[in-house]
């Protein structure tokens, strides 16, 4: 791009450098010889052809000493060091001397020098052109008016007599050196009147000729790090930028350039304009020529400042300003603008492109970079550029305010521009639903179906919306494929499953989406959308459900994957099986899905079964549930077969030992659907065998009471009882009945003759001769049950007789022992030896110690006394307790209360005290 295409702003102020003490423009160099000029470390350094070094600091106050004999021919601040190296001459002729001045180390009021080094080519004296030295302080280089370079390796700040080589030999005068440092290499461009090459030092001094082409002192100049630390050449059509391996890109500008220097990203040329036809020099005061200073912004493209001065002899940069030394010697300060003034100016001139590109070059901070974009922006919109200045609002979001933006836009005549800005909201994550749900309405408006397809349905493409809002808004705008797409995408079950279900209606898509979701979304979404998928696919939804309801497995994936298999050998038994070493299954409980059967009860039956049969210990609700369906089912059954398979399934499942129904359920079940087979067998299961009793008298089936009394009354006797007042009742001919109910009455004992009788006298068809024989035989017994209590009293009287004779005896006569052996060890008795008179039971003493539990009781004859002694306390206990019963009993509210507690705490057990054969007391205890 050509200098004279890029815009001209005034980014600088210029002020004549004063003296502080005197206010005066600083002119205390104007009768000096100027050589060469340099800056540095927050000086600026002066030397003349007299020899002398001039140093001015920072509030202008000017100090010197002589540093050669006769001149200073070149000068170098060091940038990070407090060094300056100086060339020039102390004798006469051709004799250019090396010297190094330490600033920080100063000897009467003069910095000391520590080293001196003679610059002679070979052996042939040749005035210096031209030095420069590396930062590192281990390279320095000198080129001559002859063409050669001469390189010193190694610490340039002490004279180590190190022999100096040769890095070029040319025929032209050397006017300019540079060094780069390039990862490990260093280079050093070299640049003659007629040549611009580069040697690698660190690669034994390789060369590479960069261009044919050299360049005059003091137009050379390398960038700082902006630029990538090129070097730059000024020519008299362009300026070129050149790298250690080849020239990089240039700047067309023609005119004579006298000097380049660089400045904070800034390329400085001194120059003067060249015209076609020659014509005379422009003179400033004092007759001098004038020379032009611009500085350009190479980044941005645009020229800070230009003006002219008389006769420039050098340009120095020091403490953030640009210091111009003119012929007449004065200094003039460039003092550059603030940034937030710059941008005014290009504000001002509506120059935006140039304010946000200028603003980035200057670091500012994100707020205003963002107050940029957004001036720009409204600039552009008030211009009608609607295309540009959305570019611009879009670099705002984030910062700026959407809706400030949205409401600019929302013509519909902007809707593109509007959908540009609201991608871009999305794609910068800052999107909220309202922003979703206008981006898709843009795009629904616009029948963009390409546009709406890389929103929502490409792969890749990382999510930035919420998906919920888009979902809604595509099924209001009757795009219901992408909200479904989106909704699979984004495992939204819950939106898809609305959207198969009440916008496509393709219910068996659905049941297959969910029969591939994990346990707990199918289990959730089944129980919610149950009911519509089994009345429009039954069949499926019932084979969903028993998968659910038994080992459930996504359809999608297999039964063991590859995470599964990942360290299956050491984790096994704690990922693959419980810790009962089953493995493990996820079911959900099969009576949660009963309600979405309605109005189908096969597939209901169906699945009941299946259930049952894969979980015989299922709920109570589900063989409930099963039983009353088959009940359902039997009693609407038409056909006579089917109706008795009805009934055998029916019984079959009330016989089934793992049916876990409910027997009060299933009884009232049985009784409303009037199924007798299952009400007897439920009976029965309940051990109510006087309802079964009941049931068979209540429908006059005389046979099956005499075989339910049968069946059950070794269970409960009473039934025979019963069926005795049943069969006497009844007023027809039932004496076969009634004669086997006696016959079973009268074995068992269950009733007195008496109230026999009196049950037989109510019935006019129970004539003596059906109860003659039972009424003799009870006499019979009756009469040998007096004889024999009238034997059992005469003998007990007998016994008495002979207890109290006994007892009389032994208390008035004397009571002789004739026993012989111990009646424990069973040897013969010796003294001492104790005898009792309950019978002749002797023992030794020894032996009555060791093994009787009470001295004054006969260890053989204890076990029967004590027996004796409980049925004497028992006895007596219970007389005090009767006594109590019925003094509570009496002022009890609710004596059927008081009768149970007793029962249950055995009081009314009967304790008699009877004899044996052999007339010895014995217990017996009957309840």
Not at 258 to 277: A, C, D, M, N, P
Request: glycine letters at 4%; aromatic letters at 10%.
């Amino acid at each position: 791009m050509a200098f004279l295409q890029w815009r001209r702003f005034n980014f600088f102020d210029k002020e004549p450098v004063k003296d502080p003490s005197t206010d005066q423009i600083f002119d205390q160099l104007k009768d000096v010889n100027v050589s060469a000029c340099t800056s540095g470390r927050g000086q600026l350094v002066v030397a003349d052809f007299e020899g002398n070094l001039y140093f001015i600091n920072r509030q202008m106050e000017l100090t010197s000493f002589r540093a050669y004999e006769i001149r200073v021919t070149h000068l170098l601040q060091m940038k990070q060091h407090s060094i300056i190296i100086t060339i020039g001459e102390d004798e006469q002729g051709i004799n250019p001397l090396i010297k190094v001045w330490n600033l920080e180390k100063m000897e009467r009021g003069i910095p000391a020098c520590t080293r001196l080094t003679r610059a002679i080519p070979g052996n042939k004296p040749t005035p210096v052109s031209c030095f420069t030295v590396h930062e590192n302080l281990n390279f320095l280089a000198v080129g001559f008016e002859n063409g050669v370079v001469l390189l010193f390796k190694g610490d340039v700040t002490r004279d180590r007599h190190s022999k100096p080589r040769t890095v070029y030999e040319g025929t032209k005068r050397v006017t300019g050196l540079a060094f780069k440092t390039q990862g490990k290499d260093v280079f050093l461009f070299v640049v003659t009147d007629n040549s611009t090459l580069s040697i690698n030092l660190t690669a034994k001094d390789q060369q590479a000729e960069l261009e044919n082409k050299g360049a005059t002192p003091g137009t050379i100049v390398m960038s700082d790090a902006s630029q990538d630390n090129q070097l730059v050449i000024g020519r008299q059509d362009a300026v070129y930028f050149y790298q250690p391996d080849g020239r990089g890109p240039c700047l067309a500008f023609e005119g004579i350039k006298l000097q380049l220097h660089w400045f904070r990203g800034y390329l400085i040329i001194v120059g003067k304009e060249s015209k076609t036809l020659p014509r005379a020099p422009v003179l400033g005061p004092h007759g001098m020529e004038m020379n032009t200073v611009t500085v350009y912004d190479i980044q941005n493209k645009f020229i800070a400042y230009s003006a002219p001065y008389p006769e420039v002899i050098d340009v120095m940069c020091e403490s953030g300003s640009i210091f111009i030394f003119t012929g007449d010697r004065k200094f003039y300060q460039l003092q550059e603008k603030d940034t937030q003034s710059k941008l005014e100016m290009l504000f001002k001139k509506n120059n935006y492109a140039l304010a946000i590109s200028l603003a980035k070059s200057q670091q500012l901070d994100q707020d205003g970079l963002i107050d940029i974009f957004t001036q720009y922006g409204d600039h552009l919109y008030s211009k009608g550029d609607h295309d540009g200045a959305i570019d611009q609002y879009i670099k705002t979001i984030g910062k700026l305010e959407a809706s400030y933006v949205i409401r600019k836009f929302l013509d519909a005549q902007r809707i593109h521009n509007l959908t540009k800005y609201l991608q871009a909201l999305h794609k910068s994550q800052t999107a909220t639903e309202e922003h979703t749900t206008l981006l898709l309405n843009c795009y629904t408006k616009l029948k963009d179906v390409s546009k709406l397809d890389e929103f929502i349905m490409t792969k890749d493409r990382e999510v930035d919306f919420d998906v919920e809002t888009a979902i809604n808004v595509c099924r209001q705008s009757g795009y219901s494929e992408h909200a479904l797409s989106l909704a699979e995408k984004h495992k939204k079950h819950e939106s898809y499953l609305k959207i198969q279900l009440e916008d496509i209606k393709d219910y068996q898509r659905a049941l297959e989406y969910i029969g591939k979701l994990d346990f707990e979304a199918a289990e959730s979404n089944l129980k919610q959308y149950g009911k519509i998928l089994m009345s429009q696919v039954p069949q499926q939804t019932t084979e969903l459900l028993k998968r659910l309801c038994t080992d459930y497995k996504p359809t999608d994936k297999p039964l063991i994957d590859q995470s599964s298999l990942d360290g299956v050998l050491p984790l096994f038994a704690s990922i693959l099986l419980d810790s009962s070493g089953i493995g493990r299954i996820q079911k959900a409980n099969a009576e949660e899905f009963i309600h979405i059967f309605v109005n189908n009860s096969a597939r209901l039956t169906e699945f009941l079964e299946h259930m049952i049969e894969v979980q015989p210990n299922s709920s109570n609700l589900v063989y409930n549930t099963l039983l009353e369906l088959y009940l359902h089912d039997m009693v609407h059954e038409k056909g006579i077969s089917a109706r008795v398979e009805r009934e055998r399934k029916t019984l079959e499942l009330l016989k089934n030992p793992d049916a876990n129904y409910d027997i009060d359920q299933a009884l009232i079940l049985c009784q409303m659907n009037n199924f007798k087979a299952g009400i007897l067998f439920l009976y029965e299961k309940a051990h109510l065998y006087q309802q079964i009793l009941r049931y068979h008298m209540e429908h006059r089936e005389y046979v099956h009471v005499i075989e339910a009394c049968k069946k059950f009354g070794q269970q409960d006797p009473q039934l025979w009882v019963q069926a005795l007042s049943y069969f006497a009742s009844k007023e027809e001919n039932c004496k076969s009945q009634l004669m086997e109910t006696l016959s079973h009455i009268d074995k068992k004992n269950l009733l007195p003759p008496l109230m026999v009788i009196q049950i037989l006298a109510h019935n006019s068809t129970a004539t003596l001769s059906v109860v003659k024989d039972y009424i003799v035989r009870r006499l019979q017994m009756e009469n040998d049950q007096i004889a024999e209590d009238e034997r059992l009293i005469k003998q007990y009287r007998e016994d008495t007789e002979k207890k109290r004779s006994k007892i009389e005896e032994l208390k008035t006569s004397a009571k002789v022992f004739q026993a012989s052996k111990c009646n424990i060890c069973s040897h013969s008795l010796e003294l001492p030896s104790v005898h009792f008179l309950c019978e002749p039971h002797s023992y030794h003493q020894h032996c009555f110690e060791s093994y009787a539990e009470n001295d004054l009781e006969c260890p053989v004859c204890a076990p029967e006394n004590r027996k004796i002694m409980d049925i004497i306390r028992a006895q007596e206990q219970s007389k005090d307790i009767h006594e109590f019963f019925h003094n509570q009993l009496e002022r009890a509210p609710d004596g059927f209360s008081v009768v149970a507690d007793y029962f249950g705490r055995g009081v009314f057990n009967k304790v008699t005290l009877i004899t044996d054969q052999g007339g010895k007391p014995s217990s017996s205890t009957t309840r």
